[in-house]
């Protein structure tokens, strides 16, 4: 059973930095795009950076030049580099792959700035 996990969410402080990662595992043969959106209290879920396979990642306006994505394909892995975090950042963050040919996600971290 394919399942992603993520991990590096908690609170900081506005300026701060956060890394989140996400692990893909189970039966896997392929993994195309990878992505993280994020969730905020009353908002819907928008996409923050994805990753198409063997491609450059693409990034929401409100966070370019202040996230960075990556994956590391040979572990199944994707990360987020949050830097110059901001208290409009909090939200639940979620990580999103295509594997398999199937569309999965993570239960989701949750990421806090405080003013």
């Known amino acids: ?22 692990a893909a595992s189970g039966n896997i043969f392929s993994i195309k795009n990878m992505g993280w959106y994020r ?13 198409p396979s063997g491609g450059n990642p693409n990034y929401a306006d409100a966070v370019k030049g ?14 987020l580099q949050m830097n110059s975090l901001k208290p409009e950042d ?12 199937y569309n999965y ?3 989701g971290t949750q990421v806090t700035v405080s003013s």
């Open 66 to 79: 202040r996230f960075t994505a990556s994956r590391d394909n040979a572990k199944n892995m994707l990360y």
């Open 39 to 51: 969730q905020a209290p009353g908002k819907q879920r928008e996409l923050v950076a994805a990753i």
């Open 1 to 22: 059973q394919v399942q992603l996990v993520e991990s590096g969410g908690g609170l900081v402080q506005a300026g701060g930095s956060l890394r989140l990662s996400c």
């Open 105 to 107: 996600w993570g239960q």
């Open 90 to 101: 909090t939200a639940v963050y979620y990580c999103n792959a295509r594997i398999n040919g």
